[in-house]
């Protein structure tokens, strides 16, 4: 990770960030590939496309919908709006722990007014990723879904091994 738990001293988000964000622009191999694997498990715990279709209606192949099927009116608002608000925050997690670009070390509002703006590009250019997934990829089959996510538990394992090996 941008700051690793080895680097850092410490396995505190708030500290990995910090140690992340006074190392810089430098990115380990390994960082990468645990960025890939969150970023697999973000689409899983989503909902969106390659593991879940929101839009499909048939109650076998989809997960997200069949816990929203009877809810309506406010109440199905605020499924919606609890996984958005998920979605939002595997996003700032992503973003934070291995993209440490921009955020404010100080109070002073010129750099939280900076960090915003550079956590507002960054979660857009995350949804863009997940747009660009959603929209070159088709739906896997429901048995294909462990595949997805053995690859995304695989790569964990492989930036870990890069990490500290």
Do not use: C
Not at 33 to 51: D, H, K, T
Not at 117 to 133: N, P, Q, T
């Amino acid at each position: 990770m941008a700051g690793s738990g080895r680097g850092a001293g410490t396995l505190g988000l708030g500290a990995l960030v910090r140690h992340g964000a006074e190392r810089g622009t430098s990115i380990h191999p390994g960082e990468l590939l645990a960025a890939a694997a969150l970023f697999i498990v973000l689409l899983a715990e989503a909902g969106r496309v390659p593991v879940d279709n929101p839009a499909t209606h048939l109650e076998l192949t989809m997960i997200h919908e069949a816990m929203v099927l009877e809810y309506s009116g406010a109440d199905l608002a605020l499924v919606e709006w609890a996984s958005a608000v998920k979605e939002l925050l595997l996003m700032t997690l992503l973003a934070g722990i291995f993209f440490p670009i921009g955020i404010a070390t100080s109070v002073a509002p010129q750099a939280l007014a900076i960090s915003t703006l550079a956590l507002l590009a960054k979660i857009f250019a995350l949804a863009l990723m997940v747009v660009l997934v959603e929209s070159t990829n088709a739906k896997l089959r429901f048995f294909r879904v462990p595949e997805l996510m053995a690859v995304a538990l695989g790569l964990g394992f492989l930036a870990l091994a890069m990490r500290f090996f």
